[in-house]
């Protein structure tokens, strides 16, 4: 088990507002002694110098005058035999002739492609704001950026939103203390609509453009909601009695499959880009696989695969968006491992022991490379790079464990909110690359030319 944490934080001064910012030139010496031009003798053709100097002489000796056929003949045969030259001394070699390719069309593509600059990581947070009464328990996800660059973050009983486009913030909505705190938030895949999971086991739909709450999900759970995802219209919930419960928010009885595997709290849950596959991580130290196609058939167990190498609780899921069936995993502080799943066989392709408490991971979008976060006891984010796992980077500024982190909608920017109730911004991913218009398409053929009628 990971140490999780407790309420009782939630009676801390409230004196802070949330969301609020907390070349050299060498001048070269006159007296420098320069070198003289010095004649390359490797580099002469003494033959072609010592005709040249006979021919001369020659020629102011005994003129002879020949007639314009006879000189035109001499000058093809001088520029084919290469004595056309006029200099006798050489002072370089010429650069070698480039040996002909085997592949000129592809040689003459890789020389004209630009090499790519190396990208510098910034080693501090771009921006720092306040976070009081933050949660400082292993088990909730308490911070989510939705599609429209609105950032959601749970502030004990509060829910407050920070839009990244204005840097303005906003509270959507306050439970009173009977139904709090706050467990859980998950923003809809549309940017709009937002799921709150409570410590009732409620679960709590509201729409953030108008501040209204739409509906609440009970029946599903008997204890808090700490981990939730979204799969179109369906949103899976993951409690502290172990259940997942699928729940189509469109219809009446949202409760629509209900899957049992873990024996503790799940804290961890991710569906595949796909939709196909669901990644849940628990206290009880297991990872679940489950797959839609088994978990509606007849089979004994509703998983696909249970694993069960970790040996601490599994919070930290992600999965690959370059390589279908990727999962990355990562363990608490008992394990301190990162591992690396084919999810169609089960098997475990790697495994790495980071040193720390694994608290949650992310994959760059735009190039390979996995960041995870950290507690005891740098309590900082490590960027590796995929699938050598070589440290790049480690950013550091956190004094607390950073629990949560969640990444901007163009996948540059990362938010990391820590126990030391700060929340920071890392420019981590790079910029976004300008994507080029596509080039418009005819409807239909020769629409460009006038019509005839």
């Given at each position: ?159 407050y939103l920070w839009d990244a486009t204005d840097s303005s913030t906003s509270e959507l909505m306050t439970v009173d203390e009977d139904t709090g705190p706050i467990t859980s938030v998950s923003w809809a895949p549309d940017g709009r609509h937002i799921a709150v999971g409570l410590n009732s086991s409620e679960v ?250």
């Amino acid at each position: 088990m990971d140490s999780g944490g407790s309420f009782g934080m939630l009676n801390k001064s409230q004196s802070r507002n949330p969301l609020q910012d907390h070349a050299v030139l060498h001048r070269r010496n006159s007296n420098e002694n320069l070198d003289r031009f010095i004649p390359n003798r490797s580099a002469m053709d003494f033959d072609y110098a010592l005709y040249m100097l006979m021919e001369a002489k020659k020629g102011k000796e005994n003129p002879v005058s020949s007639s314009p056929a006879k000189e035109a003949y001499r000058k093809q045969l001088a520029e084919a035999l290469n004595i056309n030259r006029t200099r006798i001394l050489a002072f370089k070699n010429k650069p070698p002739t480039p040996a002909e390719s085997l592949f000129p069309e592809t040689s003459s593509v890789q020389q004209a492609k630009p090499a790519k600059p190396r990208r510098s990581i910034p080693q501090t947070s771009e921006r720092t704001l306040d976070a009081p009464e933050i949660i400082d328990d292993y088990y909730l996800n308490l911070l989510d950026w939705g599609s429209s660059n609105v950032l959601a973050i749970a502030l004990g009983n509060t829910v407050y939103l920070w839009d990244a486009t204005d840097s303005s913030t906003s509270e959507l909505m306050t439970v009173d203390e009977d139904t709090g705190p706050i467990t859980s938030v998950s923003w809809a895949p549309d940017g709009r609509h937002i799921a709150v999971g409570l410590n009732s086991s409620e679960v709590q739909l509201w729409d953030s453009t108008s501040n209204k709450q739409l509906r609440t999900l009970r029946g599903g759970h008997e204890s808090r909601v700490g981990a939730m995802d979204w799969n179109n219209h369906v949103l899976s919930t993951g409690g502290m009695d172990g259940l997942i419960v699928n729940n189509d928010v469109r219809i009446r009885n949202h409760i629509v499959e209900t899957y049992r595997g873990h024996h503790q709290e799940v804290c961890g849950l991710k569906w595949s880009a796909s939709g196909q596959q669901l990644a849940s991580g628990g206290n009880d130290n297991l990872l679940h696989i489950w797959d839609r196609s088994v978990a509606s058939s007849n089979s004994p167990t509703q998983w696909l695969h249970r694993l069960e190498d970790h040996t601490a609780a599994i919070k930290a899921l992600a999965w690959c968006p370059f390589q279908a069936n990727l999962l990355a995993s990562g363990g608490g502080g008992g394990d301190r491992c990162i591992k690396f799943w084919n999810t169609h066989t089960g098997a475990c392709l790697n495994s790495v022991d980071t040193g720390s408490q694994v608290c949650s991971l992310l994959w760059n979008k735009n190039e390979r490379e996995l960041l995870s976060s950290h507690g005891f006891t740098q309590n900082q984010l490590t960027l590796w790079k995929y699938p050598s796992m070589v440290k790049i980077a480690e950013l550091t500024g956190h004094s607390s464990r950073v629990l949560y982190m969640a990444q901007s909608p163009d996948g540059c920017t990362v938010a990391s909110a820590a126990g030391d109730e700060t929340l920071r911004f890392w420019n981590v991913f790079g910029t976004p690359e300008l994507a080029k218009p596509a080039p418009k398409a005819n409807p239909e053929p020769f629409s460009h030319f006038n019509r005839i009628r």
